[in-house]
Antibody, heavy 123, light 107 residues
Framework: EVQLVESGGGLVQPGRSLRLSCAAS????????MHWVRQAPGKGLEWVSG????????GYGDSVRGRFIISRDNAKNSLYLQMNSLRAEDTAFYFC????????????????WGQGTLVAVSS | DIQMTQSPSSLSASVGVRVTITCRAS??????LNWYQQKPGRAPKLLIY???NLQSGVPSRFSGSGSGTDFTLTISSLQPEDFATYYC?????????FGQGTKLQIK
């Protein structure tokens, strides 16, 4: 059974940084692209970032490009999201999701999701 | 970016009825369209991929159709556990984008 467990969320002041982690199990982690999708409280879904199986390809949504960095450690079956220069509009639940193939930018569908971790940006 | 528009935004229906939700893309996306179900306080769950393919474990009362710019999700006979919010998502190009959601409520 695929399991994705996020951690690292919390309350942070505007302009500060936070690092999210996602521990994966139940599948061959280094065969698949991984993604972060977020959801502001009471709002819809927004793709944040994706990374290919080998870290050779990465992508970001316009709202986070230049501030967030996605990475992965296949030896640890872990996905990360370094979030810098945080803004109030980054407040959301952040979901770790498994892609359906090795590349982050091909036929993207998210077939497994973690339970999410809440990031709240406020002074 | 490709814009995805769902209709209606909310819908009230009774158990046992047939329900259809529509999703329209701002440009042709072939059959690169997925549907998700999200219940309150839970993560989204993939229901349908590539417009009409049922994800493993999803009940057969769910079906999807369409291609190009217009797509539908149909629930043939609503069950109590189907009351949730449904999202479409295009996988034709990066960034993948979602519809705004359709909240299905009990009538």
């Amino acid at each position: 059974e695929v399991q994705l467990v996020e951690s690292g969320g919390g309350l942070v002041q505007p302009g500060r940084s936070l690092r999210l982690s996602c521990a994966a199990s139940g599948f061959r982690f280094d065969d698949y692209a991984m993604h972060w999708v977020r959801q502001a409280p009471g709002k819809g879904l927004e793709w944040v970032s994706g990374i290919s199986w080998s870290s050779g390809g990465v992508g970001y949504g316009d709202s986070v490009r230049g501030r967030f960095i996605i990475s992965r450690d296949n030896a640890k079956n872990s996905l990360y999201l370094q979030m810098n220069s945080l803004r109030a509009e980054d407040t959301a639940f952040y979901f770790c999701t498994k892609g359906s193939n090795a590349d982050y930018d091909v036929a993207l569908k998210f077939d497994s999701w973690g339970q999410g971790t809440l990031v709240a940006v406020s002074s | 970016d490709i814009q995805m528009t769902q209709s209606p935004s909310s819908l009230s229906a009774s158990v046992g009825v047939r329900v259809t939700i529509t999703c329209r893309a701002s440009q042709s996306i072939s059959s690169y369209l997925n549907w998700y179900q999200q219940k309150p306080g839970r993560a989204p769950k993939l229901l349908i991929y590539a417009a009409s393919n049922l994800q493993s474990g999803v009940p057969s009362r769910f079906s999807g159709s369409g291609s190009g710019t217009d797509f539908t999700l149909t629930i043939s006979s609503l069950q109590p556990e189907d009351f949730a919010t449904y999202y479409c998502q295009q996988s034709f190009s990066t960034p993948p984008t979602f519809g705004q959601g359709t909240k299905l409520q009990i009538k």
